[in-house]
């Protein structure tokens, strides 16, 4: 029996392939629908940590589920059904080659790229004078390839152009539908006190239409900052109190981890991970400001399998 889902394996009808990501595992049925389970694996420093964490991906799979069912009146998302607290069900789109990244603040890789020297971040003039997490006069779309492997790498919206990675009339809607979802974020986030500092969008197209894909708005894709106390924090030139996965960085980096070569992932001993497993669930509910129900863990892997052959039993009766 496991509490916790680290790798799944299943074969369901009609599936073409399974995609394992950093932290979902996808399986794509007939062309058609797209099975998104959300692990319990935790990554950081672009490394798959050893040991999941219990209801983790509980909590970003209806974090994002909320957050698509709230944006869905901007633009239509992928989401078809959330037949299993840790899976999203959805249609199949064909994914821009581009991350729509979109920042309020001066933030984590502009603040690093600002500190060096840099005014511009893909394209876009950064204003003199500036302080980490200030806030931008206007947000800034910064966007990314989609690397196969290995890192995202910063490019223009001339880029994309010129590369014809997106052509120009989509790349104009992506960029609308950026803005928007993201002033809805920031609205939910400040009725929650909380600051919608940065996060991405991936988008896809299916039957010529475009559709926001993937996840939104979790701690995973965004960063929050609390909103009490902010300015006096920005005042004191002290750092924000950010709700994200950050304190798990700062625990890896303090056992003398960061990702590089030849550094060995300090062992997880089971206090570490369930208060890891608490930080999430209270992630949950600072975001959503609803109670989280915790599901079943007796046996998870047995659970999500059950809940998706129900519902494609029925999908496709």
């Not at 983790?56 to 869905?72: E, P, R, S």
């Not at 993201?182 to 400040?190: K, V, Y």
């Not at 798990?248 to 060995?264: D, H, I, P, S, T």
């Not at 369930?274 to 915790?294: A, D, H, M, Q």
Request: hydrophobic content about 35%; some cysteine.
């Amino acid at each position: 029996m496991q509490n916790a889902i680290t790798r799944t394996n299943f074969e369901f009808p009609g599936q073409q392939n399974l995609y394992v990501g950093k932290v979902r595992d996808v399986y794509n049925i007939k062309d058609e629908l797209l099975i998104m389970v959300t692990s319990d694996r935790i990554s950081a420093f672009d490394v798959v940590l050893p040991r999941a964490i219990p209801y983790k991906g509980q909590v970003l799979n209806q974090i994002a589920a909320k957050f698509l069912d709230d944006t869905a009146d901007i633009v239509p998302n992928w989401k078809i059904a959330v037949p299993d607290p840790m899976v999203t069900v959805g249609r199949l789109c064909e994914p821009f080659k581009v991350e729509m990244v979109i920042r309020g603040y001066l933030s984590g890789h502009a603040w690093r790229e600002y500190k060096s020297g840099k005014r511009s971040l893909c394209g876009v003039t950064m204003p003199e004078g500036m302080k980490e997490n200030d806030k931008f006069p206007e947000p800034i779309i910064t966007p990314t390839t989609k690397a196969a492997v290995g890192h995202d790498e910063d490019i223009s919206k001339e880029e994309i152009l010129s590369l014809g990675l997106v052509d120009k009339d989509d790349y104009e809607l992506l960029e609308k539908y950026t803005r928007a979802i993201f002033q809805r974020g920031t609205e939910i986030a400040a009725k929650m006190g909380l600051i919608l500092v940065d996060t991405k969008y991936e988008f896809g197209k299916a039957n010529g239409e475009i559709y926001l894909i993937d996840e939104i708005h979790t701690p995973d894709s965004s960063r929050y900052f609390y909103k009490e106390g902010y300015e006096t924090r920005q005042l004191k030139g002290e750092p924000q109190k950010q709700l994200s996965k950050e304190f798990v960085r700062e625990w890896l980096m303090a056992n003398g981890f960061q990702g590089k070569e030849g550094q060995q992932v300090p062992f997880m001993n089971d206090e570490f991970v369930n208060s890891v497993s608490e930080r999430y669930i209270e992630l949950f509910e600072n975001i959503t400001g609803e109670k989280f129900e915790r599901a079943d863990v007796s046996d998870v892997p047995s659970r999500v399998e059950s809940n998706i052959r129900k519902f494609l039993q029925a999908y496709y009766r």
